[in-house]
């Protein structure tokens, strides 16, 4: 069995709640939302995959981001 690389991947910053231990709006300074295109999700996830075969990994994703 190949050994793991695990990717923490934040896709979105879109949520309508403004939970206070949430470090996308703590500072309070408007920031303005970011998510990733469709096309920016393909690209990345196939980089990933392609560092893991590089390396003899398996891949592992932790999504994460937007409105829970």
Known sequence: ????FAF????TDACDQRCKHCYIFSE???K???SM???QIQKTFQ???DFCE???RTPHFYITGGDP
């Open 28 to 30: 309070n300074n408007q």
């Open 8 to 11: 923490q991947w934040h896709i």
């Open 1 to 4: 069995m190949k050994p793991t």
């Open 54 to 56: 590089k390396f003899n």
């Open 47 to 49: 980089n990933c995959v």
């Open 32 to 34: 303005k939302i970011d």
């Open 37 to 39: 295109t469709l096309s």
